[in-house]
């Protein structure tokens, strides 16, 4: 499947490597080890994107124009690129977040409690 | 191993990932490598299972259909050659397997029933020298005709989609176990009452 359809596919859940990635963006722009440390950090270890997988999502991301590439500014190392959620990747991120609270709200109606 | 080898080899792994990423993202993959192995809180051994969690990801994306197609032709030459005693009909059992596996793993990857059906059809495309192989390496082409040899294909590819199918489904299945069963005894429920009001 490819991931332009998938990502203009209305109601379809983003995979957790994109969703996170997503998700540090919307901060702020960040760059590749930035972005591989936040989406670590933010989802507790339980994901973990090695460069290939960060930048197989970041390519997958820009084609289907969720985010943008950002030249690096003044006094910023050359090497490295940053990247910026466009509002479209904000309206998927937004989209996302809102079936996840539908999903709890679900649950919570259905009276389903999570089990540690 | 000192930095620099480990850098050095990663640049091999980068080597194995499609063209276009490696040539557009090559550099900034081995730039967050260094990163990862300058980082104070990441250990060489964390750093090294993150790239090899990579390398599994990649070859389950990209070359999971061709691994099982070239297995499958593996089995086909060491039964055809005789270079190892194998019972022809275990061979076929195991290329059989092969192509259920393909289906199952290719789902089970991707997360999508179409990603099953994918991996099967390359593992099937490239299964399909064995043809041409039969015929330049042991001299043998089983067919009488254009047409007997274009049905023999389109049976044996169907049969092969059909066993990648089962896979998929396998993969599958936990999720619409439930319709399934549903769906039988409706079946049998309604083969009951045509049994029962037939004279």
Redesign the interface.
């Known amino acids: 499947?490819s991931r332009g359809r998938q990502f203009s596919k209305p109601g379809s859940p983003l995979?957790a490597p994109v969703f996170y990635v997503l998700l540090s963006l919307s901060i702020r722009d960040r760059h590749?080890?930035d972005i591989?440390k936040h989406v670590e950090e933010s989802s507790e270890g339980r994901i973990?994107?090695?460069?290939?997988?960060?930048?197989?999502t970041?390519?997958r991301l820009l084609d289907a124009g969720l985010i943008t590439e950002l030249r690096p500014g003044p006094g910023e190392d050359a090497?490295?690129?940053n990247y910026r959620l466009t509002s479209r990747g904000r309206g998927e991120l937004t989209g996302e977040l809102k079936r996840m609270e539908q999903a709890i709200v679900l649950a919570g109606g259905r009276r389903l409690q999570v089990r540690s | 191993m000192t930095a620099r080898w480990a850098v050095r080899l990663y640049g091999l792994v980068v080597a194995i990932y499609p063209r276009r990423l490696r040539k557009e993202y090559g550099a900034d993959m081995k730039l967050v490598f260094n990163d990862l192995l300058e980082d104070p809180n990441m250990s060489r051994r964390r750093t090294w299972s993150i790239v090899l969690s990579d390398i599994v990801d990649l070859i389950g994306g990209l070359w999971l259909g061709p691994l099982f197609g070239f297995l499958v032709v593996l089995i086909w030459w060491v039964v055809r050659s005789d270079i190892y005693p194998f019972d022809p009909n275990l061979g076929l059992v195991l290329i059989a397997a092969l192509f259920v596996a393909a289906g199952f793993t290719g789902t089970r990857r991707s997360g999508s029933f179409a990603g099953g059906m994918g991996a099967g059809f390359v593992a099937g495309l490239i299964s399909a020298i064995t043809v041409p192989g039969d015929y330049w390496l042991f001299g043998t082409f089983p067919f009488y005709d254009a047409i007997s040899f274009v049905g023999t294909m389109a049976i044996s590819a169907a049969v092969v989609m059909l066993l990648v199918t089962i896979g998929s489904e396998l993969a599958t299945f936990k999720t619409h176990r439930g319709r399934m069963r549903r769906g039988i005894w409706a079946f049998v429920g309604a083969w009951r009452r045509d049994s029962e009001l037939s004279p």
């Open positions: 499947m995979t590749g080890y591989l973990r994107l090695g460069p290939g997988t960060l930048y197989t970041l390519k090497r490295r690129r």
